[in-house]
């Protein structure tokens, strides 16, 4: 039974990555699924199935999109950290402890 599972989630991965999805993308709807599926055996089945220029461009925009936030995330994380250690410089310097 479990071999007709793997062949329709096949059949599945390849339909959603011809529409353009992401590989990760097609992983996330699987776990919606409640299957867990491994990204390498989604990128094996999708392997052969070609994407228009114009959904390659928009998964490019994802990925740079994303990147870009993560940036941002991780310099307002450094100025939180920067901030508190500022803060907690001031206190021991005023002789207040924590």
């Not at 011809?18 to 491994?38: P, R």
């Not at 228009?52 to 941002?72: A, D, M, Y």
Request: with cysteine.
């Amino acid at each position: 039974m479990r071999r007709k599972n793997r062949e329709q989630e096949k059949r599945i991965a390849r339909e959603l990555r011809a529409q353009g999805w992401s590989l990760q993308d097609i992983q996330k709807y699987f776990e919606k699924q409640g299957e867990k599926i491994n990204i390498g055996n989604i990128s094996r089945w999708c392997r052969d199935v070609e994407l228009t220029q114009s959904q390659q461009q928009e998964l490019n925009k994802r990925v740079k999109e994303g990147w870009h936030t993560f940036l941002q995330l991780k310099e307002e994380a450094r100025g939180k950290i920067k901030q508190r250690q500022n803060q907690l410089k001031m206190r021991l310097a005023n002789g207040d402890w924590i």
